[in-house]
């Protein structure tokens, strides 16, 4: 990931070097993703680092003081993908086998797969990439394993790929398939050279989901999904909340004009965070519109019943 943002910076600027620091932690079971995180971002504390490249569905909605996302880069396919065992080949979730054992580490695709696929049976899996595709290729546990189709076409691992999970089966999670150069706030201009970055249809769509799932009170914890699309100046967000079974959830879709065209653009040098984004050269009226509509899709869950669901969700994920 790192990689391929800094060949993209390269590609504008060719005659700043650019160092690549390559950092690994021991990530305990609890937590490794956030703890990942802060690690990173410690050593951007330090100024050992001037930019950070995460995944973006990795970051929470509120950053710590002093940092901020200066780039959201285009997104790549936000869906879920359904790895085999090399003994299922040819198959897919509807057609295997009843009690089929299937690996997740997420509660949002547990929750939605249970409903969707009553026949099948989900246990949670842990590790990275390699770890995973190791545990479901050796030993006979697992008949299939969901993960992000994003992560494994970055490795080059589009060919495990069996089935691409569209909406009606599963809805994704915020931010999932972009990546995100987090730096710190207050470097100007560290934020204008990544701000080159920016893809402005993948940061629209990425305040509004950051926004929904913040004003949800959301997280890891509890099953949120998302999805969005922009379409004919128009930016639609669909959100939904689950029971960790999946049997009582709420889905809705609303929509807002992003057309900048007749509204004054905001000025560069306008450092207006959104939900931890910080987008130099992308409308600011638009930015506004797509936070808006976050809260506001939020709100008409919230007045649905969403916060009741959330709580027992994350009463009972606290008990496991």
Known sequence: QTDSVADRLREFYHDVHLEI???????SKIGEKSLFTKELENALER?????????LKDLPTGLPVGFTIGAVLKRE???D??????????KSLESLPSKSLVGTSSLRRAAQLKKRFPHLEFK??????NTR????????DFSAIILAAAGLQRMGWEYRISQILDPEDCLYAVGQGALAVEVRARDQDILEMVSVLHDPDTVLRSIAER??????????????AVHTEVKNSQLYLTGAVYSLDGSDSLKETMQTSIDSDNQEQEKVDEEVQRVGITALKVSGAAQDAAEKLGVDLANLLLSKGAKEILTVARQLNDAR
Not at 21 to 27: I, L, N, T, V
Not at 47 to 55: P, T
Not at 81 to 90: D, F, K, R
Not at 133 to 140: F, G
């Open 81 to 90: 993908a359904v790895v085999l065992h090399p003994q299922n080949a040819g």
């Open 21 to 27: 620091g390559k950092y690994s932690f021991y990530m």
């Open 124 to 129: 949670d899996i842990r590790g990275n990439l």
């Open 211 to 224: 926004a929904f799932l913040r004003h949800l009170e959301g997280g890891c914890s509890v099953p949120v």
């Open 133 to 140: 595709l190791k545990k479901l290729d050796e030993n006979n």
């Open 47 to 55: 100024n050992e680092v001037d930019l950070v490249v995460h995944s």
């Open 77 to 79: 396919n936000p869906y």
